[in-house]
């Protein structure tokens, strides 16, 4: 299956700032999902990004808060905008892990915003 | 609309006691796939299992089991014989392959604390 090295793996931030999250395949793949998992919470999806297209963004998500660029078929980057305390959450890529696997998730970006 | 149900928020059980997580789907497609992965306190997601809609076979991996049931629309997780190692929070997770959308939804996950 699918190898992703996301960076960073943490963050403190300032409120009003923005943080760019990497995240690196080792292979080529199609789509790759973003996800928010605030404290104590489950994983909600943000937007699944297509190479050459744009991002396909879930009910309660906006491009301007949450811009994601996908240059390549192994890279993606997602920018948290804006931030607030509101915004302290981790966040995590994830691609399809292929047949008979699971979705490969990222170690995750553990932000927090001050 | 999708939804996964994991209604036991926290399970404690005494190492090498059984211990069943219960997740319960709701989907309008015919072909999707069901999945567990386990979040321990580092915070990785790891992939556990995943198993397609037309494959209602029980399926064993050393001490996990898991008991698929499309007549309740359930597929739950057994772990034998406990080891405080399996204290993670797990979560079931749902895609659907017809929307076309290929992402997971998450059940609210269960929080599992194995005391030594």
């Known amino acids: 299956s699918a190898v992703i090295s996301q960076k960073p793996s943490r963050d403190i931030c300032q409120r009003g700032t923005s943080l760019t999250i990497q995240c690196q395949v080792d292979?080529?793949?199609?789509?790759m999902f973003w996800y928010r998992q605030q404290p104590g919470q489950s994983l909600t999806l943000i937007a699944t990004a297509n190479q050459g297209s744009e991002a396909t963004y879930e009910s309660g998500f906006v491009i301007d808060k949450f811009p994601i660029s996908r240059p390549n078929l192994t890279f993606s980057t997602l920018t948290v905008s804006n931030m607030s305390p509101e915004d302290s959450s981790i966040y995590l890529c994830s691609v399809e892990g292929g047949a008979g696997y699971g979705y490969t998730f990222g170690s995750g970006t553990r932000l927090t915003v001050v | 609309a999708q939804k996964v149900t994991q209604a036991q928020t926290e399970i404690s059980v005494v190492e090498k006691e059984d211990v069943t997580l219960d997740c319960v789907y709701e989907?309008?497609?015919?072909?999707?796939?069901l999945f567990w992965y386990k979040q321990p306190p580092s915070g990785e997601l790891v992939f556990l299992i995943r198993?397609?809609?037309?494959?209602?076979q029980n399926e064993i991996s050393g001490r996990y089991s898991w008991n698929f049931q499309k007549s309740t629309s359930s597929f739950n997780f057994t772990i034998t014989a406990s080891q405080v190692v399996d204290s993670a929070v797990y979560f079931c997770a749902l895609s659907e392959v017809q929307t076309g959308a290929n992402n997971l939804f998450f059940g609210t996950g269960t929080r599992l604390t194995v005391i030594p």
């Open positions: 292979s080529q793949v199609t789509m």
């Open positions: 989907t309008r497609d015919t072909t999707y796939y």
């Open positions: 198993r397609n809609s037309f494959d209602e």
